[in-house]
């Protein structure tokens, strides 16, 4: 999976730009993701860093901890458990998953919740096409089972020739045309 770390480094980086830049005001603001505001966000997106660095590293499921304004630093960490020889092989004894699996699950998280932050925040998002084209694809054949599981909402209605990024925005349960 050697073509996935540099799709999960930029959508990091990215991601960890847009964090950077929140104001503090703005923790209260309502997001894309209706289970949180901003704050609430970025707490998840810490604690994903935290769990896939975990992952990663063939170690335990953690628990979302509370909000540590570290998020670019966790993620850090995480990439740098994936580039590990070995971090792709097999699956994982915390999640029972194939690693290359929870490595799509990772690049999906920062890619929609990037979009998530920039909306909220009113910050220019723009996700790579490669890293659209990947999470599109995976939360194709996983959309079932991820709405089973809550982690993907209701289908959001979108013209069949829009644009890669805003049909991954419908099939996981969010309208491409959100404002706050």
Request: charged share 20%.
């Amino acid at each position: 999976m050697n073509d996935m770390m540099p799709l999960m480094a930029r959508a990091t980086e990215r991601t960890s730009e847009l964090v950077r830049a929140v104001r503090q005001e703005q923790f209260g603001s309502p997001t894309p993701c209706a289970e949180f505001d901003v704050g609430d966000l970025i707490n998840h997106l810490e604690w994903v860093a935290e769990l896939f660095e975990s992952l990663g590293c063939k170690g335990p499921y953690v628990e979302q901890g509370p909000y540590a304004g570290d998020f670019p630093e966790r993620a850090r960490r995480t990439l740098a458990a994936w580039s590990r020889p070995g971090a792709w092989e097999g699956t994982s004894p915390a999640m029972g998953l194939p690693m290359s699996t929870l490595a799509h699950m990772y690049l999906v998280d920062l890619v929609v919740h990037g979009w998530d932050l920039a909306r909220a925040t009113g910050q220019r998002y723009e996700p790579e096409p490669g890293a659209v084209w990947r999470a599109l694809d995976f939360t194709g054949r996983m959309v079932q089972t991820g709405r089973q599981r809550g982690v993907f909402g209701p289908p959001v209605a979108v013209p069949a020739d829009a644009p890669e990024f805003d049909r991954l925005l419908g099939v996981i349960g969010r309208d491409p045309s959100w404002t706050s």
